[in-house]
């Protein structure tokens, strides 16, 4: 498996959710490149974003076919191959921070009969912590299929020494919610802050299409869900019912995204349209 951000996001999809992390991650904007380690790098897509944001990494995955695909592409980094469940082995201290993009939860799962999860993230966290320097940031986007491996993540953590939690992005959506664990070694005043907590600046789904009213319309195409039986609300057709009050929440939304070929509001707007006349 590659345990990167290769094996579960789109492209465009995984460069958004990197950006996310070194946000989080919140390095000093003094220019200084840092030392960063990225845990299940996979084939380099991650490590390429941070040589573009000016810093050096090292990255670790158990995969060795993925950690081939990134020496033939020549990233910048370095790698080593290894099962972040048997503990990260590099030298204490030496790093400034640490990302991680959708590996970590696999810790949680017993893909051996010999693996035990609780031991394999006690192991994890425990070498994490070592190597990180004091006052360092780990971010480690996760995918948990449950409450009780987001509880198993953030309880393992804690208990090696590590403050900070668990920020939820985009709570209220089944889509563009996204799970990081943000940790920090040592005291700290940093709070990470979550996106789209009120729901107000929730982003678009990727197969979404907005009727904008007054001949107005945005495609917004990517993969394509099955649907399984009529959505709530629905029509004969299917077609899940767009009130009002949604079309001007999205139309407010796009605004404030730029968008200017946004139709105006009027009594018109969502109104139901006859098919002839």
Known sequence: W????NALLLPHVAAAVLQRALELLALPPDGTPRLLLD???GSGLSGEALTDAGH???GLDISAAMLDVAVEREVEGDVLLGDMGQGVPLRQGCFDGAISISAVQWLCNADRSSHQPRKRLKAFFESLYRCLARGARAVLQVYPENSTQAEMMVAAAMKVGFSGGLVVDYPHSTRA?????VLMVGPSSYVPQAKGADGADEPMSEDEVVDMGDGGQVRVEGRQRKKHGKPKGSGKSGAQLKTKGWVLKKKAQMRGKGYTAIPVDTKYTARKRKKGF
């Open 177 to 181: 919610k996204k799970f990081f664990l």
């Open 2 to 5: 590659d345990h990167g951000c």
């Open 56 to 58: 050096a990494w090292l």
């Open 39 to 41: 845990i299940g790098c």
